[in-house]
T-cell receptor, first 116, second 116 residues
Framework: AQTVTQSQPEMSVQEAETVTLSCTYDTSESNYYLFWYKQPPSRQMILVIRQEAYKQQNATENRFSVNFQKAAKSFSLKISDSQLGDTAMYFC?????????????FGSGTQLTVLP | GAVVSQHPSRVICKSGTSVKIECRSLDFQATTMFWYRQFPKKSLMLMATSNEGSKATYEQGVEKDKFLINHASLTLSTLTVTSAHPEDSSFYICSASRPGMNTEAFFGQGTRLTVV
């Protein structure tokens, strides 16, 4: 079984600053995917960024980037130039690379507040 | 992008009654859908995997007779909470992925169930 750990229940950052959210995971799988999802107050889950474990290059999506350390089983999310709209709960998630299986294992979440 | 629609967004029901939640994939066929439960300020916990044309697969600890899942078509899965109790009050979210290699999970808007 997989586990995903987010050790920061809450974080805050000043608008326009940079913040890093931490995530570690444990798995015996060699092929898998990692995700960061955002859940704003509307509670709609929104994909922020995705990383394939077999790719060494860290994924980036505009202001969002990850630091993927496979050996350390670490997958942190960096948000640059934070905006008020980034305020949300952020979940790190794991998915096995396993045929049709698409279920996600989520971390406990980090509530990020961007301060004006 | 793909859209998954969940209905209703909010429902209040009396103890002992049943309530049905629908999850539809609007622009793709989903042979597999997933149902998650989320308690306030907590993470998403996988309840069950809904398989089109066959029985759902339930996670350990989830009562299959209480949470009935039907996936009768390639675009619709339903979750019925039977004989609801106040402790069943929660936020329920479904997700689905496009068939094939695309790993992105698309989430419904969620259903807030309150049992009074």
């Amino acid at each position: 079984a997989q586990t995903v750990t987010q050790s920061q229940p809450e974080m805050s950052v000043q608008e326009a600053e940079t913040v890093t959210l931490s995530c570690t995971y444990d798995t015996s799988e060699s092929n898998y995917y990692l995700f960061w999802y955002k859940q704003p107050p509307s509670r709609q889950m929104i994909l922020v960024i995705r990383q394939e474990a077999y790719k060494q290059q860290n994924a980036t999506e505009n202001r969002f980037s990850v630091n993927f350390q496979k050996a350390a089983k670490s997958f942190s999310l960096k948000i640059s130039d934070s905006q008020l709209g980034d305020t949300a709960m952020y979940f790190c998630a794991f998915m096995k690379h396993d045929g049709s299986a698409r279920q996600l294992t989520f971390g406990s979440g980090t509530q990020l507040t961007v301060l004006p | 992008g793909a859209v998954v629609s969940q209905h209703p967004s909010r429902v209040i029901c009396k103890s002992g009654t049943s309530v049905k939640i629908e999850c539809r994939s609007l622009d793709f066929q989903a042979t597999t859908m997933f149902w998650y439960r989320q308690f306030p300020k907590k993470s998403l916990m996988l309840m069950a995997t809904s398989n089109e044309g066959s029985k759902a697969t339930y996670e350990q600890g989830v009562e299959k007779d209480k949470f009935l899942i039907n996936h009768a078509s390639l675009t619709l899965s339903t979750l019925t909470v039977t004989s609801a109790h106040p402790e069943d009050s929660s936020f329920y979210i479904c997700s689905a992925s496009r068939p094939g290699m695309n790993t992105e999970a698309f989430f419904g808007q969620g259903t807030r169930l309150t049992v009074v």
